[in-house]
C-alpha cells in the first residue's frame, strides 16, 4: 500500500511502497532526507518489522552481492565508504533500488564550472574557450628580444652607427618570425621601434654618405678645372 509522505523543506507531496518503511528517502524536489513512517512497514513486509530490518542486501556494480544485513550494519557500510551511488539496494520482500535512493547523500556532486580562458581565434577577436593558448601562455621556439633591439638602436644613434644596421637587420628577422608564429609576440612594440629607430639612422648616414661624395667630387672637379 502506498505510504504518503509530506517534506518539511519544500512541501512536497509523493508516495512510496511499503518497503520504504522505516527507511529515509530524497524528496524528489529538493533531495531533503524524509523518513518514511516505520508503521507500515508490518503490511509490506509480512507483519514482521524485525524482519524488514534484518533483510537489506547490497549489490555492487560488478554483481557480488552481501548481505542480508540489519539497517544499522548497511548504514555503517555506507559511512564506511563501502557503498557507492551506482551500488543496488533490496530490503526482504522488495526490489532492487538505487543506493543514492535509500542515502542521497551518495549522489554526485555536479562539477563546478571552469573558467573561461579568452584566446584568439584566426583574424577575429579574443573568444573564451577553456584551455585556449594566449601569447603569454604559448611556449615558443625563440624568445624575444625586443629590449635588446631597442637598445642597440639607441646605442647606434649615440656610440657606433653599425649598431642601428644591426638593430635594422635583427628587428626585421623577428618580426618575421613573430608573424610565423616561431617567436615570442610580447615585444612586439619594442622590436618595431627598435627596427624604425635603427632603419632612419642608417638611411641617415647613407644619404649623408652620399651626399658627401657627391660635394667632394664637385670640390676636385672644380680644381681640375682651375
Known amino acids: 500500500m502506498p505510504i504518503p509522505l509530506t517534506c518539511p523543506g519544500c512541501g512536497c507531496h509523493w508516495q512510496v511502497d511499503d518497503p520504504w518503511a522505516g527507511e529515509s528517502v530524497g524528496c524528489p524536489e529538493c533531495s531533503l532526507p524524509v523518513m518514511v513512517p516505520a508503521a507500515s512497514l508490518t503490511p509490506g513486509l509480512g507483519g514482521d518489522a524485525a524482519t524488514a530490518e534484518g533483510g537489506w542486501t547490497l549489490r555492487t556494480p560488478e554483481g557480488q552481492e552481501f548481505g542480508p544485513v540489519p539497517k544499522a ?6 559511512a564506511e565508504g563501502r ?24 549522489r554526485p556532486q555536479p562539477l563546478p564550472a571552469l573558467p573561461s580562458t579568452a584566446s584568439a581565434t584566426g583574424d577575429g577577436p579574443l573568444a573564451g574557450r577553456p584551455g585556449g593558448d594566449t601569447p603569454a601562455s604559448k611556449t615558443y621556439a625563440l624568445p624575444d628580444r625586443g629590449e635588446m633591439i631597442l637598445s ?3 646605442l647606434g644613434w649615440l656610440v657606433c652607427p653599425i649598431l642601428s644596421v644591426a638593430a635594422w637587420v635583427m628587428g626585421t628577422a623577428d618580426l618575421n618570425e613573430m608573424r610565423a608564429g616561431r617567436m615570442d609576440p610580447r615585444s612586439q612594440g619594442l622590436t618595431q621601434a627598435g627596427r624604425i629607430m635603427g632603419m632612419l639612422h642608417a638611411l641617415t648616414l647613407i644619404v649623408a654618405m652620399v651626399v658627401a661624395m657627391f660635394v667632394m667630387l664637385v670640390v676636385f672637379g672644380m680644381r681640375g678645372g682651375w
Open 73 to 78: 550494519e548497511l548504514d555503517r557500510w555506507a
Open 83 to 106: 557503498v557507492s551511488h551506482d551500488c543496488e539496494l533490496r530490503v526482504a520482500g522488495g526490489g532492487w533500488r538505487a543506493a543514492d535512493q535509500v542515502y542521497p547523500e551518495l
Open 152 to 154: 642597440l638602436a639607441i
